[in-house]
């Protein structure tokens, strides 16, 4: 079973930026497609980004594309999210999830979809 951990997270000011990790052990990541996912207060978990196993395909939220970039090292076992131009409405716990499927073609957007999720890490924005 794979343990995922989040870090990266913090108070920033509007319009800055953070980089989120997220580091497995227990398992290599490199044959799963990762996702990020954030939760605000009394809101349901909601789909940030995706990669696919091998990095050459992402997606993206409509309400973070051009702001977020998704990306991995396999070698580190780590994938990361850089946010930049960062909004209040960012503001949340930001999860990692991995894909309950071993070399899935199609990245999915619901949480249901990924497993082995992290304890999270709180992203703060600040208007």
């Known amino acids: 079973q794979v343990q995922l951990v989040e870090s990266g997270g913090g108070l920033v000011q509007a319009g800055g930026s953070l980089r989120l990790s997220c580091t497995a052990s227990?398992?290599?990541?490199?044959?799963?497609?990762m996702g990020w996912f954030r939760q605000a207060p009394g809101k349901e978990r909601e789909f940030v980004a995706a990669?696919?196993?091998?990095?050459?395909?992402?997606k993206y939220a409509d309400s973070v594309k051009g702001r977020f970039t998704i990306s991995r090292d396999n070698a580190k076992n780590t994938v990361y999210l850089q946010m930049n131009s960062l909004k209040p409405e960012d503001t949340a716990v930001y999860y990692c999830?991995?894909?309950?499927?071993?070399?899935?073609?199609?990245?999915?957007?619901?949480?249901?979809?990924?497993?082995?999720w992290g304890q999270g890490t709180q992203v703060t924005v600040s208007s």
């Open positions: 999830g991995a894909d309950r499927l071993k070399l899935n073609l199609v990245l999915t957007t619901t949480p249901e979809a990924y497993t082995s």
């Open positions: 227990g398992r290599t990541l490199s044959n799963y497609a």
């Open positions: 990669i696919s196993w091998s990095g050459g395909n992402t």
